[in-house]
């Protein structure tokens, strides 16, 4: 079946640190991933994503390679900002048609100044 | 672009009693999904309606949960009779199909809790 992985949080930064938010999945076929973020009071927006092996993703500074060997796909920035704070889900869409989403259980992110 | 519409976005209810939650999705986006998001744990699909039919309903409490697209836009989801356990945010996403590269788009989320 399908399935993502996801660090436990909460994860506390202190400003301009590096971050790293673990994420594996299981899936079958050749699923696409995706990071999604949701700040508080917002709905769930789409951060980056990719769509085979090998593919790195990256927006507002964050970056995830697609890993088919390790099937991972770690979410990283290397200085986080205050408005980085969120809570970050990783997801995959299985392969084929369809599009049903497989998300982890978040990660809630906090950077103090 | 004006992006996915939900209402209300708080509801407090009692036990057994009926909820009902309203959607619209991005102009011109076929396929609509309704997720529950239960504090804690990351968004679960209830729902996929591509156009007015039902694609994927196989995680839908059937005998309490119901979802409708009549006119393949807008779509409400109902709950009758509620229970505890249903308290949760539920989500509405739109994409313009259904491949495994079209993005959703999600709205802000409807935030319910049973009494």
């Known amino acids: 079946g399908n399935s993502v992985t996801q660090m436990e949080g909460p994860v506390t930064l202190s400003e301009e640190a590096f971050l790293t938010i673990n994420c594996t999945y299981t899936?079958?076929?050749?699923?696409?991933l995706f990071w999604y973020v949701q700040y508080p009071g917002e709905g769930l927006q789409l951060l980056l994503k990719?769509?085979?092996?090998?593919d790195k993703g990256s927006n507002k500074g964050f970056e995830a390679t697609y890993r088919k060997e390790t099937t991972s796909f770690h979410l990283e920035k290397g200085s986080v900002q205050v408005s980085d704070s969120a809570v970050y889900f990783c997801?995959?869409?299985?392969?084929?048609?369809?599009?049903?989403?497989?998300f982890g259980t978040g990660t809630s992110l906090t950077v103090i100044p | 672009e004006a992006g996915v519409a939900q209402s209300p976005r708080y509801k407090i209810i009692e036990k057994r009693q009926s909820v009902a939650f309203w959607c619209n999705p991005i102009?011109?986006?076929?396929?609509l999904y309704w997720y529950q998001q239960i504090l804690g744990q990351g968004p679960k699909l209830l729902i996929q309606?591509?156009?007015?039919?039902?694609?994927?309903d196989s995680q839908l409490p059937k005998d309490r949960f119901s979802a409708e697209r009549l006119k393949g836009v807008d779509s409400t989801l109902k709950i009758q009779p509620a229970k505890l356990e249903d308290s949760a945010v539920y989500l509405c996403?739109?994409?313009?199909?259904?491949?495994?590269?079209?993005?959703?788009?999600f709205g802000p989320g409807t935030r319910l809790t049973v009494l």
């Open positions: 899936a079958t076929g050749y699923p696409s």
């Open positions: 997801a995959l869409i299985s392969g084929g048609t369809g599009n049903q989403f497989y």
């Open positions: 990719a769509t085979k092996a090998d």
């Open positions: 102009s011109g986006h076929a396929t």
């Open positions: 309606f591509q156009n007015n039919g039902v694609v994927d």
């Open positions: 996403a739109s994409s313009k199909g259904t491949r495994n590269y079209n993005e959703q788009f």
